[in-house]
C-alpha cells in the first residue's frame, strides 16, 4: 500500500483505471448486477450506452469495496484528501445528503446540543431526528430587502456557545445557497477554544477548494468536518459526493457512522466520477473557476443594465453576517420586475426553455459551473429583458420575507415520533408540527418537526403555494393537512 | 482520383459534391470554416460540415430573404442582419438606395475574413459605406435596441450550433422590441421535411407566432439545403406579406433578379397540405 501510494500524483485516478484495466479483462460475471454488462437489459443498454453500462460493476478485489476501502478506492480517497487538503476523505455515493448526515452523526448523539443556523437544509435536521440530538438555532441575519437570511455574525455564535456550554458542536453553511458565507476561521476557533467540532455544510462550495479569490474552504479554515457536493459545482455525477474530515476526528469512527446508512452496493459510476473530477479540478480547477467567475461577473453587468433586476454580489460582504462572498453565484433579486421569484423561474422554463436553480418568493439562482459557456449566458439575460418588457408589474403587495423565526418547543427526533393528529393546514396555529414543510429547491424547512406553527408561517405557506413554489415534507402530498402533536 | 464533400442531412440521407479541391480550411473559435471548389456548384463554403452556400444556388437564397420583405415594406431605411458573415444578404440589400444604414452583426469574424478572401463576389459589397460591421453575439446586440430598425433579417446557421440562440422566443422578443411600429422580421426558417428538422422549424415558428401579431411561412427550391425545399419565416407588426405587397412599386425599380419575381412572391406563400397543417399545431 506504501509502496503504491509513492507512484500516485494528482494526475491519476484510480478507481477509473481499475475500472478500464477491468474491462479488457473480460472477466465472465456470475455476479451481480444481473443486467451482466448490459446484455440482460438491451433498451436499458440504447439508453445509457455500452460504454456507461459495461462499467456498471459490484464490487470485487480488484476494484476495491466501498464499506472497507483497502486498494483503488482507498488510494482515490487518499487523493481526494490531499486535493482538498484534508486528513481524510471519504466518497460518499447517497447525495451531499449522506455527507451532512454522517457528519452530524459523528459529532453528536442523543441529547447532546448542537449549534447551526436554522436555514440549513433539511438533511441537517433530518439527522438530529435520527439521533435524538438536541438543535440550538442561531437565527441568521436577513437582508430587509433582499429577504434573504445570510450568515451568522460572530458575536450571535459566541453567545450560543456561553448559553450552551455543553453543546458539542458548530455547523456552519459554507457558503449558503445565495453564495452567502459566515467568518469561517473565527468561528472554528470560538469552537475550539469551547471544546466543540466544527462541522461546515460545503454543499455548494465544492469551488472554494480549487478556484482563487474565492471565499476559504472549510478546511483551509481548520474545520473538522465537511460535506461537499461534489456534483453540484465539482462537475461529479448526481449524487456523488465527499465527506472530508481534520485530524480531530477519528477516520475509523466516521467509517462505521457512514456504514450504519451507506449501501453495500456503491455503484462504480458514481465513485469514478468522483475520482475523475478530482483530477480535472486538482488539475485545471483554478482556470475553470476563473473563467466561471468571469462568466457569472459579465452576467451580472448585463442583468443589472437591465434595469429593475439586481443581481447582488461582493457588495453585500460586510464583515460578519456577509463576512463573504461566493462571486460564481448569480442570484438576482426580481421584485422590483413586480415578479415573484418563483414566477420568473416559471416563465423562464415554460416560455423560453430555460431552467434555473430555484426561484423563492424574492429572487431567483442560475447556477453557473463547470460547463457553462457564454452563448447560454446571453440566453438568460435576453430572456431576463424579455420578462422585463412583457410582464413589468406593480411590486407592491409582493411579499419579501424569506425567513421567520422559528419557535423551538421540541426535539427534531421527539416531535417526528410523538403522538400526532392530523389537521386541515389552515386549522394548525398554535400546534407544534411534527413534520417537515419546504419548497424544493431550496430544500430549507419553513418548519421543522418540534416547532411551533404561527399565523405569519400560515401565511407564508399559503402565498408561496399560491406563487407556484413546489412544497414538499408532509405526510399529505397535497400539503391540505399537516401533522401536528396531538397533546 | 476522386474527392466529394458529403454532408448528412439525416443519420440516413447525405447530399454529396463532387470536388476539384479544399480552399481554405479553418477552426475558429465557435467552428470549423471550410471553402471547397465544387465541379457542379462551384465555391461551397460550409460551417461545421454544413453547405451555407455555393456560388451556384445562393442567388435563390438572397433573393428570397430580401426581395419579399423589401416588396412589402414602402419605406425601408435601417436594416438589421444578423448572421450572414458571406455578405450574399447584404449585397442583395445594397442594391437598394433608399436603404441608408445596414447593421451587420456576425458572431464569427473568421467567417467574414474567410468569404472576402474566397468568396469575394458575395463579400464584395461588405465595404459599402452605408454597411455598418459588428462582430458580436446577435442576440447580445440585438438587446440593447429599441425600435430602430425597418427591417431584420436573420441569416443563421442552423438551430442545433452556435446559432440556437438564434431560434429562441428570448431573441424574437427582442427583435419585436428592436423594430419600429411598422417594422419586419424575416427569418430563415429551415426544412419541413425531415423529422429533426420540421420539429425545429415548428418550434421556432411557434415562438414567432407567438410574439408576433403577423407571422406567415413562404418556402423555396434550394438545391443545396436539405431536401432541397427550404422556408423563410415572415413576421411583422404592421403588413400582411401578400394583402401589402406593392408590386408596381417593387417592378419599378428594375432590379433584375434571377429567382424573385412579384409574382412568385404570392406564390411562395401557398404552401403544401402536410405543411399547413404542421405550421397549424403550433400556432
Same mark, same amino acid.
Given at each position: 500500500?506504501?509502496?503504491?501510494?509513492?507512484?500516485?500524483?494528482?494526475?491519476?485516478?484510480?478507481?477509473?483505471?481499475?475500472?478500464?484495466?477491468?474491462?479488457?479483462?473480460?472477466?465472465?460475471?456470475?455476479?451481480?448486477?444481473?443486467?451482466?454488462?448490459?446484455?440482460?437489459?438491451?433498451?436499458?443498454?440504447?439508453?445509457?450506452?455500452?460504454?456507461?453500462?459495461?462499467?456498471?460493476?459490484?464490487?470485487?478485489?480488484?476494484?476495491?469495496?466501498?464499506?472497507?476501502?483497502?486498494?483503488?478506492?482507498?488510494?482515490?480517497?487518499?487523493?481526494?484528501?490531499?486535493?482538498?487538503?484534508?486528513?481524510?476523505?471519504?466518497?460518499?455515493?447517497?447525495?451531499?445528503?449522506?455527507?451532512?448526515?454522517?457528519?452530524?452523526?459523528?459529532?453528536?448523539?442523543?441529547?447532546?446540543?448542537?449549534?447551526?443556523?436554522?436555514?440549513?437544509?433539511?438533511?441537517?435536521?433530518?439527522?438530529?431526528?435520527?439521533?435524538?440530538?438536541?438543535?440550538?438555532?442561531?437565527?441568521?441575519?436577513?437582508?430587509?430587502?433582499?429577504?434573504?437570511?445570510?450568515?451568522?455574525?460572530?458575536?450571535?455564535?459566541?453567545?450560543?456557545?456561553?448559553?450552551?456550554?455543553?453543546?458539542?458542536?458548530?455547523?456552519?453553511?459554507?457558503?449558503?445557497?445565495?453564495?452567502?458565507?459566515?467568518?469561517?476561521?473565527?468561528?472554528?476557533?470560538?469552537?475550539?477554544?469551547?471544546?466543540?467540532?466544527?462541522?461546515?455544510?460545503?454543499?455548494?462550495?465544492?469551488?472554494?477548494?480549487?478556484?482563487?479569490?474565492?471565499?476559504?474552504?472549510?478546511?483551509?479554515?481548520?474545520?473538522?468536518?465537511?460535506?461537499?457536493?461534489?456534483?453540484?459545482?465539482?462537475?461529479?455525477?448526481?449524487?456523488?459526493?465527499?465527506?472530508?474530515?481534520?485530524?480531530?476526528?477519528?477516520?475509523?469512527?466516521?467509517?462505521?457512522?457512514?456504514?450504519?446508512?451507506?449501501?453495500?452496493?456503491?455503484?462504480?459510476?458514481?465513485?469514478?466520477?468522483?475520482?475523475?473530477?478530482?483530477?480535472?479540478?486538482?488539475?485545471?480547477?483554478?482556470?475553470?473557476?476563473? @473563467?466561471?467567475? #468571469?462568466?457569472?461577473?459579465? /452576467?451580472?453587468? +448585463? $442583468?443589472?443594465?437591465?434595469?429593475?433586476? &439586481?443581481?447582488? !454580489?461582493?457588495?453585500?460582504?460586510?464583515?460578519?453576517?456577509?463576512?463573504?462572498?461566493?462571486?460564481?453565484?448569480?442570484?438576482?433579486?426580481?421584485?422590483?420586475?413586480?415578479?415573484?421569484?418563483?414566477?420568473?423561474?416559471?416563465?423562464?422554463?415554460?416560455?423560453?426553455?430555460?431552467?434555473?436553480?430555484?426561484?423563492?418568493?424574492?429572487?431567483?439562482?442560475?447556477?453557473?459551473?463547470?460547463?457553462?459557456?457564454? @452563448?447560454?449566458? #446571453?440566453?438568460?439575460?435576453? /430572456?431576463?429583458? +424579455? $420578462?422585463?418588457?412583457?410582464?413589468?408589474? &406593480?411590486?407592491? !403587495?409582493?411579499?419579501?420575507?424569506?425567513?421567520?423565526?422559528?419557535?423551538?418547543?421540541?426535539?427534531?427526533?421527539?416531535?417526528?415520533?410523538?403522538?400526532?393528529?392530523?389537521?386541515?393546514?389552515?386549522?394548525?396555529?398554535?400546534?407544534?408540527?411534527?413534520?417537515?414543510?419546504?419548497?424544493?429547491?431550496?430544500?430549507?424547512?419553513?418548519?421543522?418537526?418540534?416547532?411551533?406553527?404561527?399565523?405569519?408561517?400560515?401565511?407564508?405557506?399559503?402565498?408561496?403555494?399560491?406563487?407556484?413554489?413546489?412544497?414538499?415534507?408532509?405526510?399529505?402530498?397535497?400539503?391540505?393537512?399537516?401533522?401536528?402533536?396531538?397533546? | 482520383?476522386?474527392?466529394?464533400?458529403?454532408?448528412?442531412?439525416?443519420?440516413?440521407?447525405?447530399?454529396?459534391?463532387?470536388?476539384?479541391?479544399?480552399?481554405?480550411?479553418?477552426?475558429?473559435?465557435?467552428?470549423?470554416?471550410?471553402?471547397?471548389?465544387?465541379?457542379?456548384?462551384?465555391?461551397?463554403?460550409?460551417?461545421?460540415?454544413?453547405?451555407?452556400?455555393?456560388?451556384?444556388?445562393?442567388?435563390?437564397?438572397?433573393?428570397?430573404?430580401?426581395?419579399?420583405?423589401?416588396?412589402?415594406?414602402?419605406?425601408?431605411?435601417?436594416?438589421?442582419?444578423?448572421?450572414?458573415?458571406?455578405?450574399?444578404?447584404?449585397?442583395?440589400?445594397?442594391?437598394?438606395?433608399?436603404?441608408?444604414?445596414?447593421?451587420?452583426?456576425?458572431?464569427?469574424?473568421?467567417?467574414?475574413?474567410?468569404?472576402?478572401?474566397?468568396?469575394?463576389?458575395?463579400?464584395?459589397?461588405?465595404?459599402?459605406?452605408?454597411?455598418?460591421?459588428?462582430?458580436?453575439?446577435?442576440?447580445?446586440?440585438?438587446?440593447?435596441?429599441?425600435?430602430?430598425?425597418?427591417?431584420?433579417?436573420?441569416?443563421?446557421?442552423?438551430?442545433?450550433?452556435?446559432?440556437?440562440?438564434?431560434?429562441?422566443?428570448?431573441?424574437?422578443?427582442?427583435?419585436?422590441?428592436?423594430?419600429?411600429?411598422?417594422?419586419?422580421?424575416?427569418?430563415?426558417?429551415?426544412?419541413?421535411?425531415?423529422?429533426?428538422?420540421?420539429?425545429?422549424?415548428?418550434?421556432?415558428?411557434?415562438?414567432?407566432?407567438?410574439?408576433?401579431?403577423?407571422?406567415?411561412?413562404?418556402?423555396?427550391?434550394?438545391?443545396?439545403?436539405?431536401?432541397?425545399?427550404?422556408?423563410?419565416?415572415?413576421?411583422?407588426?404592421?403588413?400582411?406579406?401578400?394583402?401589402?405587397?406593392?408590386?408596381?412599386?417593387?417592378?419599378?425599380?428594375?432590379?433584375?433578379?434571377?429567382?424573385?419575381?412579384?409574382?412568385?412572391?404570392?406564390?411562395?406563400?401557398?404552401?403544401?397540405?402536410?405543411?399547413?397543417?404542421?405550421?397549424?399545431?403550433?400556432?
Amino acid at each position: 500500500m506504501e509502496e503504491r501510494m509513492k507512484q500516485l500524483d494528482q494526475s491519476r485516478a484510480p478507481i477509473y483505471e481499475a475500472l478500464e484495466e477491468f474491462r479488457q479483462m473480460r472477466v465472465v460475471p456470475f455476479d451481480v448486477p444481473g443486467h451482466k454488462r448490459g446484455r440482460g437489459n438491451p433498451e436499458l443498454t440504447e439508453f445509457l450506452g455500452q460504454q456507461c453500462i459495461g462499467v456498471d460493476v459490484n464490487s470485487m478485489k480488484p476494484l476495491d469495496n466501498l464499506c472497507h476501502p483497502v486498494s483503488v478506492i482507498r488510494e482515490a480517497e487518499i487523493l481526494a484528501a490531499e486535493a482538498f487538503g484534508a486528513e481524510n476523505a471519504f466518497l460518499m455515493v447517497g447525495g451531499t445528503t449522506s455527507a451532512v448526515q454522517s457528519m452530524v452523526l459523528t459529532a453528536c448523539k442523543r441529547g447532546d446540543e448542537i449549534i447551526l443556523p436554522r436555514n440549513v437544509h433539511r438533511s441537517v435536521i433530518n439527522a438530529l431526528v435520527l439521533n435524538g440530538a438536541i438543535p440550538v438555532y442561531v437565527n441568521p441575519e436577513v437582508d430587509k430587502r433582499l429577504g434573504i437570511a445570510l450568515g451568522m455574525k460572530r458575536e450571535q455564535v459566541a453567545n450560543a456557545i456561553k448559553e450552551h456550554p455543553n453543546a458539542v458542536a458548530v455547523l456552519v453553511n459554507n457558503p449558503t445557497y445565495y453564495g452567502i458565507c459566515s467568518d469561517l476561521k473565527a468561528i472554528v476557533k470560538m469552537a475550539h477554544d469551547a471544546g466543540m467540532l466544527c462541522l461546515a455544510d460545503e454543499a455548494h462550495g465544492t469551488h472554494f477548494y480549487f478556484g482563487e479569490n474565492l471565499p476559504i474552504s472549510a478546511m483551509a479554515a481548520g474545520a473538522d468536518m465537511a460535506a461537499v457536493s461534489m456534483h453540484k459545482s465539482g462537475g461529479s455525477l448526481t449524487q456523488s459526493s465527499l465527506l472530508l474530515t481534520g485530524k480531530n476526528v477519528n477516520p475509523g469512527y466516521v467509517r462505521q457512522i457512514i456504514n450504519l446508512t451507506q449501501t453495500t452496493s456503491g455503484s462504480y459510476l458514481l465513485m469514478s466520477s468522483l475520482d475523475i473530477s478530482r483530477r480535472n479540478l486538482t488539475l485545471r480547477g483554478r482556470k475553470i473557476f476563473k @473563467q466561471v467567475q #468571469e462568466l457569472a461577473e459579465y /452576467a451580472r453587468e +448585463e $442583468i443589472n443594465a437591465i434595469g429593475d433586476y &439586481d443581481a447582488f !454580489g461582493k457588495e453585500l460582504i460586510d464583515g460578519d453576517a456577509v463576512f463573504d462572498f461566493d462571486p460564481t453565484k448569480l442570484s438576482v433579486h426580481t421584485l422590483d420586475v413586480g415578479l415573484a421569484g418563483i414566477q420568473v423561474y416559471d416563465i423562464l422554463r415554460d416560455e423560453y426553455d430555460i431552467q434555473i436553480e430555484f426561484g423563492d418568493l424574492g429572487n431567483i439562482l442560475a447556477y453557473l459551473s463547470i460547463g457553462d459557456r457564454v @452563448q447560454e449566458v #446571453e440566453r438568460l439575460v435576453s /430572456a431576463l429583458a +424579455e $420578462i422585463r418588457r412583457r410582464f413589468k408589474g &406593480d411590486p407592491s !403587495g409582493l411579499m419579501t420575507q424569506e425567513y421567520i423565526e422559528p419557535i423551538v418547543v421540541a426535539s427534531p427526533q421527539e416531535a417526528f415520533y410523538a403522538p400526532k393528529k392530523s389537521l386541515p393546514i389552515m386549522e394548525t396555529e398554535g400546534y407544534i408540527c411534527s413534520e417537515f414543510v419546504m419548497c424544493y429547491p431550496p430544500g430549507i424547512p419553513i418548519l421543522a418537526p418540534g416547532e411551533k406553527i404561527t399565523a405569519d408561517i400560515l401565511k407564508y405557506i399559503s402565498y408561496a403555494h399560491e406563487k407556484g413554489c413546489q412544497m414538499t415534507g408532509p405526510q399529505d402530498p397535497k400539503i391540505e393537512n399537516l401533522n401536528v402533536l396531538d397533546i | 482520383m476522386e474527392l466529394w464533400f458529403s454532408e448528412h442531412h439525416t443519420p440516413d440521407v447525405k447530399l454529396s459534391l463532387r470536388v476539384n479541391k479544399q480552399l481554405y480550411s479553418v477552426q475558429s473559435d465557435y467552428q470549423r470554416i471550410d471553402v471547397f471548389d465544387s465541379v457542379e456548384f462551384g465555391r461551397v463554403l460550409s460551417l461545421d460540415g454544413n453547405i451555407m452556400l455555393t456560388e451556384r444556388d445562393e442567388f435563390i437564397y438572397d433573393e428570397m430573404i430580401v426581395h419579399v420583405p423589401m416588396a412589402v415594406h414602402p419605406n425601408v431605411k435601417k436594416v438589421l442582419v444578423i448572421g450572414a458573415g458571406d455578405g450574399g444578404v447584404v449585397h442583395e440589400l445594397t442594391r437598394y438606395e433608399t436603404i441608408k444604414r445596414i447593421d451587420l452583426v456576425e458572431m464569427d469574424e473568421e467567417v467574414i475574413k474567410a468569404c472576402r478572401s474566397y468568396l469575394p463576389e458575395n463579400a464584395s459589397r461588405l465595404d459599402d459605406r452605408r454597411v455598418n460591421i459588428y462582430f458580436e453575439n446577435g442576440l447580445k446586440f440585438i438587446r440593447k435596441c429599441e425600435d430602430v430598425y425597418d427591417l431584420i433579417i436573420v441569416d443563421s446557421n442552423d438551430p442545433f450550433g452556435p446559432a440556437e440562440g438564434l431560434f429562441t422566443k428570448e431573441f424574437y422578443g427582442n427583435c419585436y422590441k428592436a423594430l419600429k411600429a411598422d417594422g419586419i422580421l424575416v427569418n430563415q426558417q429551415g426544412s419541413p421535411f425531415y423529422k429533426e428538422d420540421a420539429s425545429a422549424m415548428k418550434r421556432s415558428h411557434g415562438r414567432i407566432a407567438s410574439t408576433f401579431p403577423i407571422c406567415r411561412v413562404y418556402q423555396a427550391h434550394i438545391p443545396t439545403y436539405a431536401a432541397g425545399y427550404w422556408l423563410f419565416g415572415f413576421a411583422s407588426k404592421k403588413y400582411h406579406p401578400i394583402d401589402d405587397q406593392d408590386s408596381e412599386r417593387w417592378n419599378s425599380l428594375n432590379l433584375r433578379t434571377k429567382y424573385y419575381t412579384t409574382r412568385l412572391h404570392k406564390g411562395a406563400f401557398y404552401l403544401p397540405a402536410f405543411l399547413e397543417e404542421m405550421l397549424k399545431e403550433v400556432e
